[in-house]
Each structure stands twice: as C-alpha cells, then as structure tokens.
C-alpha cells in the first residue's frame, strides 16, 4: 500500500502543483477571459458567423475537453462528487484509498490548492488524439496551449463508456 500511497499523493500532489505553476505562468483568473467569442455586440453578427470556417476539431474531440474542463471547474469549486462522476471507476477508487471516498479526496485536492483555479487552464480540441472509444490529451500539448512547461501541467487519458467520455488516467 506504500506505493499506492505515493502514487495518490503524486498524483494529487501533481494537481495541486500544476495548478499553482499554470495559474503563475498565465497570470491568473481573469474575468474577461469568459468572453471568448469575441463579440462585441456589433448588429453585424450573425454575418460574421457565417463567414467564419468550420472548426478544425471534431465533435468528439470537444466533448473530450469539455470533460477535462469539467473536472478542474468542478475541483475549482469544491464539488468532489460532480468531479468524481467524470472518472472512470478505477480511478475513483484510486482517489478513494486516501480518504473517505473519492468526493472527499477531490474536496482535499481544492482545499489544498486554495485560492489557484486549475480552470484557468486551456485546453485546444485539436490536441485531442481519439483512436475509436479512447482518446489523449497529452500534457506537452496542454503545455505548449498554455506556454509553459509540460512538467506544470497534467496530461488526460480518457474512455467512452456508453456515449459519455470519461477521464480514465491522470498523468
């Protein structure tokens, strides 16, 4: 159990590290940083969406990062148990074997972070490998979107258990 204690530790550890080292690197939480459509409230609208081209990424590749997104909105906000039911059962027991269960695990990795936001961080669809029901988010990629060091940040495994994507790994 010595090396599962490690192991947990690391990995939590790692997101609490990420996090502090990210938000250090991208200057923090911004409220303009909502805003990322670019409207400006301009009548011609509309016009300009239909002029722009289709996105690069596919709709798999979305919902993969918005699970990602999901999970460190979800620790941000100290909802352990809405951040849990994105993972993979395995890994809910992983989190599990330092705590009461896997929420109150999640709960200790947002206390511990304090006031740095892992919301902060970036992600681009595009960096999204998806190979049939399993899809990558590699931290060198997630790095290089957000500019800093792949040491900083964390990569994502990810499976699609009957339509949903689910984080299965945390590197």
């Not at 939590?12 to 939480?29: N, S």
């Not at 990629?141 to 964390?154: G, H, K, S």
Request: proline share 2%.
């Amino acid at each position: 159990m010595g090396t599962i204690t490690r192991s947990w530790r690391r990995s939590a550890g790692a997101l609490v590290a990420a996090g502090a080292l990210l938000a250090a690197a991208c200057g923090g939480e911004s409220a303009d940083e909502d805003d990322r459509t670019g409207d400006d409230g301009a009548n011609g609208d509309a016009e300009q969406r239909e002029e722009q081209p289709e996105p690069a990424h596919t709709e798999e590749q979305a919902a993969v990062v918005a699970v990602a997104q999901e999970f460190y909105l979800a620790i941000d906000e100290g909802e352990g148990q809405r951040a849990c039911d994105l993972l993979v059962d395995s890994m809910q027991r992983f989190y599990a074997e330092e705590a009461a269960d896997c929420a109150s695990a999640i709960e200790g990795i947002h206390d511990e972070l304090g006031d740095t936001r892992l919301s902060t961080i970036r992600f681009d669809a595009e960096d999204v490998v998806v190979d049939g029901d399993e899809a990558t988010l590699s931290a060198a990629d997630i790095a290089e979107t957000n500019a800093t060091d792949p040491d900083n940040v964390d990569g994502f495994e990810f499976v699609n258990a009957d339509g949903d994507w689910l984080i299965s790994y945390i590197s």
